[in-house]
Nanobody, 123 residues
């Protein structure tokens, strides 16, 4: 089971830290992806981290502003989002799957999904 938290309303230029907590399976065996879906748009993969934590991948739309990290001791993954823009407004989802020594920002790479958390960036 994956549960996201940390979403909310923030002004442009502000920051939020999303968390995704895992239960029910061996967290350190799974790669994690963060995705988002704005109203009327397709779901977009924005960041991922392998089970080793090495070489995270970021979409161009968030590179330099978002940072993904994992805390195996707490079975959690975080997405630190800085310099938020109105176009970052979306429902954010985390996803997990056993990807050996890699991660992916493709939806079809992941079988386990959280329920999502809303992020709204507005003044």
């Amino acid at each position: 089971q994956l549960v996201e938290s940390g979403g909310g309303l923030v002004q442009p230029g502000g920051s939020l830290r999303l968390s995704c907590v895992f239960s029910g399976f061996a967290f350190n065996s799974y790669a994690i992806g963060w995705f988002r879906q704005a109203a009327g748009a397709e779901r977009e993969g924005i960041a991922c981290i392998s089970r080793s934590g090495a070489s995270p991948i970021y979409a161009d739309s968030v590179k330099g502003r978002f940072t993904i990290s994992r805390d195996d001791a707490k079975n959690s993954v975080h997405l630190q989002m800085n310099d938020l823009k109105p176009e970052d407004t979306s429902v954010y989802y985390c996803a997990a799957d056993r990807l050996y020594n890699r991660c992916s920002t493709r939806q079809d790479a992941y079988a386990n999904w959280g329920q999502g958390t809303q992020v709204t960036v507005s003044s």
